[in-house]
């Protein structure tokens, strides 16, 4: 009995470093765009991107509700939680595509979007995320050379949306297209980034 157990054991030692090492490449980022609807789609398309949810980070009421955030009373942003592999992709590549889906030279509002919930933000899970994200704010400063209103902030306890709310561009796209083009998000985006 005792030899068969110390198979196990030793089976069980072996295999779970290699466990872990799947389990550590699996990393975790926040970030608040304004409409939590429109940061889902750019990190969607890119590969090493595991999933998306939409949901409400940064403030200080338990299990907010839309209704709630949306009127601006409970200081929560509306935020993406992004999975990814970071074997295969990197945390600055998606700083990278953060500040290029978002105008972080206004306060407190993104595009027609107003209020601190719509607020921009880095919700950092690491010191090391919040060091390239302090980074990558000072390189955006400097290529837009004015005031940048993008907080950098340790996240917070993260409470998904509802679920209509969750990958809603792709749930009702002729919706998601006018709310985007009337908001003149893209227009704003070209303005500041370019094509």
Same mark, same amino acid.
């Given at each position: 009995?005792s030899?068969?157990?110390?198979?196990?054991?030793?089976?069980?030692?072996?295999?779970? #470093?290699?466990a872990?090492?799947?389990? %550590?490449?699996i990393q975790?980022?926040?970030?608040?765009? /304004?409409?939590?609807?429109?940061?889902e789609? +750019?990190?969607?398309?890119?590969? /090493?991107?595991?999933?998306?949810?939409?949901?409400?980070?940064?403030?200080?009421?338990?299990?907010p509700?839309?209704?709630?955030?949306?009127?601006?009373?409970? /200081?929560?942003?509306?935020?993406?939680?992004?999975?990814?592999?970071?074997? !295969?992709?990197?945390?600055?590549?998606?700083? %990278?595509?953060?500040?290029?889906?978002? %105008? #972080?030279?206004?306060?407190?509002?993104?595009?027609?979007?107003?209020?601190?919930?719509?607020?921009?933000?880095?919700?950092?899970?690491?010191?090391?995320q919040?060091?390239?994200?302090?980074?990558?704010?000072?390189?955006?400063?400097?290529?837009?050379? /004015?005031?940048?209103?993008?907080?950098?902030? #340790?996240?917070? %306890?993260?409470? +998904?949306?509802?679920?209509?709310?969750?990958?809603?561009? !792709?749930?009702?796209?002729?919706?998601?297209?006018y709310?985007?083009?009337?908001?003149?998000?893209?227009?704003?985006?070209?303005?500041?980034?370019?094509?």
């Open positions: 009995m030899k068969i157990l110390a198979i196990i054991i030793s089976i069980f030692l072996i295999l779970s #470093p290699s872990n090492a799947e389990t %550590d490449k975790t980022a926040t970030f608040a765009g /304004g409409c939590f609807w429109c940061m789609p +750019p990190y969607d398309k890119v590969e /090493g991107v595991i999933s998306t949810t939409s949901g409400y980070t940064g403030g200080n009421v338990k299990n509700t839309y209704k709630q955030v949306s009127q601006g009373q409970t /200081g929560h942003a509306e935020a993406v939680q992004v999975k990814y592999d970071s074997s !295969k992709i990197n945390y600055e590549y998606l700083l %990278d595509i953060f500040w290029k889906n978002i %105008d #972080p030279t206004v306060k407190n509002r993104q595009f027609c979007d107003v209020g601190n919930q719509y607020r921009s933000g880095i919700f950092y899970h690491s010191e090391e919040k060091q390239l994200a302090l980074a990558s704010r000072e390189k955006v400063k400097k290529q837009l050379n /004015g005031k940048i209103y993008t907080e950098i902030t #340790p996240v917070k %306890d993260f409470y +998904p949306a509802e679920e209509y709310h969750q990958d809603y561009y !792709k749930k009702n796209p002729l919706l998601y297209k709310y985007r083009f009337r908001c003149g998000r893209d227009q704003r985006l070209k303005e500041l980034w370019g094509s």
